[in-house]
Nanobody, 124 residues
């Protein structure tokens, strides 16, 4: 059982920035990981992902504003969020244990380990 813990969420006004962190119970060097979010009453959606070989993927609505990265020495995955909009509001989760060959890295069901989430609220 791996453990994932998110941090860095908070409440900001539109146009502001936040940096989310996800610490893991072991080092992911070649394994894929992702960030997901869920707003009240809506399905969980993929936001950003980092493949084991270094490729990054983003949902269209955050391209140019969000950046996913990692620090293997610190066992930490990051999500830098700039130019935040009210529609970015939601609970943000990190995910690991991607099933190799299962498909898109932005699909929740393709991961087997999840954190508890950190709340992000963007107001006008």
């Amino acid at each position: 059982q791996v453990q994932l813990v998110e941090s860095g969420g908070g409440s900001v006004q539109a146009g502001g920035s936040l940096r989310l962190s996800c610490t893991t119970s072991y080092t992911y060097s070649k394994s894929s990981m992702g960030w997901f979010r869920q707003a009240p009453g809506k399905e969980r959606e993929g936001v950003a992902a980092l493949a084991g070989r270094g490729n990054t993927y983003y949902t269209d609505s955050v391209k140019g504003r969000f950046t996913v990265s990692k620090d293997n020495a610190k066992n930490t995955l990051y999500l830098q969020m700039n130019s935040l909009k009210p529609e970015d509001t939601g609970m943000y989760y990190c995910a690991a244990n991607y099933v190799l060959g299962s498909g898109s890295l932005l699909v929740p069901k393709n991961y087997r380990a999840w954190g508890q989430g950190t709340q992000v609220t963007v107001s006008t």
